[in-house]
């Protein structure tokens, strides 16, 4: 501290000390804190606020419904007045979403059945009183829920509930995304690794240009664009298709194209094209402090290629591999995009898909959260199982 | 393992560049010999070594170690060891991994490894050394090590490229000795690359002096410096005294030739005809000063020389004299006797003896002396 005063000064020293403070707030305390504070307080979906909630919803789905049955016959009541009668009604707003699936929601919205004037008066009459009833309910209900919330509230524990009322099919999903995302940092390395060492070891600096522009330039578009030109290429009816088509080997038209999308395979894919980078360039970096009479001293001593890698290059390199493994294991454990795009919903979930909808589709977020930790803490103990295999400090990462 | 001969048949290199960096060359280096190639910086050394260990193929001629062609064949494959400028040890292995390496690229087993390991660390004085990190051993330590390594395999031929020029000065001079002694137990044959005169005269049987790919004289350590060959030899090896001239006559190995200093006589090393320029040379140590005795030295077969004395160091057993004749600057080195008496006259008459005056066709002289 007074190091810092003597050589930046009272003022800087402060605005440094102020930005790393509100850093670590912010970026680490904060939410880390409440994610963690949520990921152990259980809210439980089975008692009587969320059962009232869900009466709520449903109640207001049903009303809205009748409204929208209502306008149509007024509309058609209205049409019928009108000279040019027997033109379609393109009057009826269109229905949302929310009634589908929804239970008990009676007749589907869609366009009112058309009636005689004296039938459509009955039921004019009949949906009034149907949605007087209705908003009786929404009060009471919004009243009791008022009540029972504020006890709720008082009743919110911690637990590890969360974490243990996840169901088997989610640890599964757990388990095989952690195994998924290793299968992609493995796949990472298999291809990194020679495209980094020869990067590393051309003696041409045109080359190492060329293959170092190559490789960052996809980079410059955005990751959505890259993972849909990715689907566009493997789609049904895309790039690859076509080729194959045009290449004889089936029939496009016959509808034999290979459905490549929605498949771990094709996940995997458009993860490692999407994450090279985090992993060629540690490993690039490494091997390019290698001194390059270690190659030649250990081919002149009769080494194999493969043993000068795994003798030599390799443990060179280890920083630099685990820096990058790391990095491709976390990124694609996490991410979203690539499996929901490429995906489909038809492959397999991955855990990130299954923390978007605990938040956004359950509106659990204790349990998005508790999820989330889940996740996280999965991916700490990897990278020090990581460090532990490649015995590097995080020193040697910070390289 | 015993050593083979190297037989480079018309070898050179041209560089992908355009560059070439040895002109085609012709050079035997026998089985068990020490063999230096000595040149300054650049001259194409490293690049003979490489082309004889094979990590560099040459553009034109081949090279046998033995009996066997080595043109195609990999650096994994041939007969050879190179002891890298830098060493290149590996500093994740243990020293006794490094030394074993070789070992381990032919698959024997641990317990083999390990044994010749320590027998090889016994040769290079290292005993106990084996489980230490390269890096935890001194400069000298780290050279015996590299030595080791390259020996582990048994090569019949052992490249050494400048391996002991980031060492200082005493430890260069004790790894010379161990060096050659090495090399007396092993009877590998040595090719030794060095800028370093001193250590090319002091361990071989045989020095190569080099010079922009070219290689300009082969012979014994004394051959090199008492009958250099080209006027490049002559300067990089110890040093000389050039005066310029034209030859005016020769006899048998009789040469004279007219300086601007008068008629000087000499050795013709070159073949030189009448009318030819010439460089004279002689070195610093062959000059004596007359002392005012002039008389007769024709008769003693000494060229005399009238010179002015700029400088005088005295260097303990050496004295040091630095004077002008005209535009050559002339070096004369002397014992001290004790009694050695520098008269501080404006001109001082030198003598040295035709026999020690070599007449060389003019050509690239030194520029680098090491
Ligand atoms: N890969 C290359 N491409 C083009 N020219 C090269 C290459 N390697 C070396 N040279 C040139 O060839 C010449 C000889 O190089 P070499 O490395 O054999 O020199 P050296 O005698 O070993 O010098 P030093 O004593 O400095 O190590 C040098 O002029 C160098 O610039
Ligand atoms: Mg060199």
Same mark, same amino acid.
């Given at each position: ?112 059945? @058309? ?85 590393? !070891? ?64 094709? *996940? ?16 690039? #970096? ?108 995080? @020193?040697?990462?910070?390289? | ?143 015996? *090590? ?79 410096? #008492?009958?250099?060959? !080209? ?35 000499? *050795? ?103």
């Amino acid at each position: 501290m007074h190091a810092l005063i003597k050589t930046y000064g009272r003022g800087l020293t402060v605005l440094f000390v102020a930005l790393v403070a509100a850093w670590v707030l912010l970026m680490i305390l904060v939410p880390g804190v409440r994610t963690i504070q949520r990921a152990f307080i259980y809210e439980d979906r089975a008692g009587e606020t969320a059962m009232i909630a869900i009466e709520i919803d449903r109640a207001y789905t049903e009303k809205f419904q009748l409204d929208q049955e209502a306008a149509d016959l007024h509309a058609q009541a209205e049409a019928e007045s009108a000279p040019s009668s027997g033109v379609p009604s393109f009057g009826a707003p269109s229905m949302g979403g929310p009634t589908i699936g929804v239970p008990g929601a009676g007749p589907s919205g869609g366009a009112a059945a @058309r009636l005689s004037p004296a039938d459509r008066d009955a039921r004019l009459a009949e949906i009034a009183a149907k949605v007087a009833t209705l908003e009786g309910r929404i009060a009471d209900l919004e009243a009791r829920e008022d009540t029972s919330s504020g006890e709720a509230g008082m009743k919110e524990r911690y637990s590890f509930e969360n974490f243990t009322t996840m169901s088997m099919v989610h640890v599964r999903i757990f388990v095989l995304t952690l195994f998924y995302a290793l299968c992609v940092t493995v796949l990472s390395f298999l291809i990194c690794y020679p495209v980094a060492f020869v990067a590393a !070891t051309t003696r041409s600096k045109g080359k190492l240009t060329v293959m170092l522009l190559l490789l960052v330039i996809p980079y410059a578009i955005n990751e959505l664009l890259r993972i849909f030109s990715w689907v566009m290429i493997l789609e049904k009816n895309g790039i690859l298709n076509s080729l194959f088509d045009a290449l004889g080997f089936i029939d496009l038209e016959a509808g034999e194209g290979i459905r490549f999308v929605a498949s771990n395979g094709a *996940v995997f894919l458009v993860m490692v094209y999407a994450y090279v980078l985090f992993m060629v360039f540690p490993i690039y #970096n490494t091997i390019d402090t290698l001194d390059p009479n270690q190659l030649e001293a250990a081919r002149d001593l009769g080494a194999s290629s493969w043993r000068i890698h795994t003798r030599v290059v390799i443990p060179h390199a280890k920083p630099g591999i685990a820096v990058g493994a790391i990095m491709t294991f976390m990124l694609s454990a996490g991410s979203i995009a690539a499996p929901e795009i490429v995906g489909r919903g038809l492959h397999p979930d991955w855990f990130s898909q299954l923390i978007y909808r605990r938040f956004f589709e359950a509106d659990s977020w204790n349990q998005g959260s508790a999820y989330s930790l889940a996740l996280l803490v999965a991916c700490v103990i990897f990278i020090f199982a990581t460090m532990r295999i490649f015995k590097v400090g995080i @020193r040697d990462i910070a390289k | 393992m015993a050593g083979q001969d190297v037989v480079l048949q018309n070898v050179s290199m041209v560089y992908p560049n355009g560059f070439t960096a040895v002109h085609p060359t012709d050079l035997t280096i026998k089985a068990g010999e020490f063999f230096s190639i000595l040149g300054p910086s650049g001259c194409g050394k490293t690049t003979i070594l490489r082309m004889i260990s094979g990590f560099l193929e040459p553009s034109s001629g081949t090279i046998s170690i033995g009996d066997t062609v080595m043109n195609g064949i990999g650096p994994n494959k041939r007969p050879t060891a190179l002891i890298f400028q830098n060493l290149a040890l590996f500093p994740l292995m243990s020293v006794w991994e490094n030394i074993a390496f070789g070992l381990e690229a032919r698959g024997e087993s641990k317990a083999k490894r390990r044994k010749r390991a320590e027998e090889l660390l016994d040769l290079v004085a290292l005993t106990g050394q084996g489980e230490k990190k390269p890096t935890e051993l001194s400069g000298g330590q780290r050279q015996r *090590v590299a030595i080791a390594r390259a020996l582990a395999v048994e090569p019949s031929v052992l490249l050494l490229d400048e391996p002991l020029s980031a060492l200082d000065l005493k430890l260069r001079q004790h790894m010379r000795a161990e060096l050659k002694a090495i090399q007396r137990k092993t009877n590998v044959t040595f090719i030794y690359i060095t800028h370093d005169q001193g250590e090319a005269l002091a361990m071989s049987d045989r020095v190569a002096v080099m010079n922009e790919g070219r290689i300009e004289q082969v012979s014994s350590a004394e051959g090199i410096y #008492n009958r250099p060959e !080209t006027a490049f030899a002559a300067t990089f090896v110890g040093e000389q005294n050039v005066f310029r001239g034209r030859v005016v006559a020769t006899e048998g190995e009789g040469i004279s030739v007219e300086t601007e200093h008068g008629l000087l006589h000499g *050795v013709n090393r070159n073949a030189l005809t009448p009318g030819e320029e010439a460089l004279v040379m002689v070195r610093p140590e062959q000059i004596e000063l007359m002392n005012g005795n002039a008389m007769g030295a024709a008769e003693r077969g000494l060229n005399t020389l009238s010179a002015r004395l700029e400088r005088r160091d005295l260097e303990g057993a050496l004295i040091n004299l630095y004077l002008r004749a005209g535009d050559y600057p002339v070096h004369v080195n002397m014992h001290n006797t004790g009694e050695t008496h520098v008269p501080g006259e404006q001109a001082i008459a030198l003598g040295f003896h035709w026999r020690h005056t070599v007449m060389m066709r003019p050509g690239n002289l030194a520029k680098e002396r090491a």
